[in-house]
């Protein structure tokens, strides 16, 4: 069974421009979460979709970050415009139940210059 | 709210034992484990629901405390493949996020 896969791996960008970030949960996995890890700090919670639709997005730190998930299969995540403390390592995890496992993709590391 | 990690760091020779913690101030609804190494996915360990609870695989296991506020995780006889960093990840009962620890970085030498 595939894991949970995110695309692309890295990202350089430079301050102003819009990247989106890709996750591909696991088949099946209803629930998608984005997590986002800043370089020192914790693992911090960005969203949480149940299919399509956003059950939390409680972490999302201002209106430059836009998710969707069209479908209720993979995710995007989307910085426009994109700014210097937005570099970070993010994570996508998918669950099949709501307070089930959460298993974790490999991360896109961005960074914004 | 984040819990609290401790220690930030251990370093072990093959053999020895460590002992991870993780606390919240308040009670938890569950308390989960992962290992990540360096470039790659977090690894999922285990989960523990319930206060007293004792879990673990191979020699790495945890418990979770009755009040359900502080959770420990067991490294036995450390092997070179244990290293990594370990995060814990505490959910409340009143959502479904997890909030994670700063994390601990294991090192294992032969």
């Known amino acids: 069974e595939a894991g949970v896969t995110q695309f692309p791996s890295h990202s350089v960008i430079e301050k102003g421009q819009t990247v989106t970030l890709r996750c591909d949960p696991i088949s099946g996995h209803d629930n998608l979460y984005w997590y986002r890890r800043v370089m020192g700090k914790e693992i911090k919670f960005l969203l949480h979709?149940?299919?399509?639709?956003?059950?939390?997005e409680s972490g999302m730190p201002n209106n430059r970050f836009l998710a969707e998930r069209t479908g209720g299969t993979y995710s995007t995540l989307k910085v426009q415009p994109a700014e210097l403390e937005d570099s970070g390592v993010y994570f996508c995890?998918?669950?099949?139940?709501?307070?089930?496992?959460?298993?974790f993709g490999p991360g896109t590391r961005l960074l914004v210059l | 709210q984040q819990p609290v990690q401790s220690p930030q760091a251990v370093i072990l020779r093959e053999g020895e034992d460590a002992v991870i913690n993780c606390s919240s101030s308040k009670a938890l609804y569950s308390v989960h484990w992962y290992r990540q190494k360096h470039g790659e996915a977090p690894v999922f360990l285990m989960i523990l629901l319930k206060g007293g609870e004792q879990k673990g695989h191979d020699k790495i296991s945890a418990s979770f405390n009755e009040k359900k506020q502080q959770s420990s995780l067991y490294l036995t006889a450390s092997q070179l493949s244990y290293s990594g960093t370990y995060f814990c990840?505490?959910?409340?009962?009143?959502?479904?996020?997890?909030?994670f620890g700063a994390g601990t970085t294991v090192t294992v030498r032969a």
């Open positions: 995890a998918s669950s099949q139940e709501t307070r089930g496992t959460q298993y």
């Open positions: 990840g505490t959910e409340m009962g009143n959502d479904y996020k997890l909030s």
């Open positions: 979709f149940v299919k399509e639709s956003k059950q939390d």
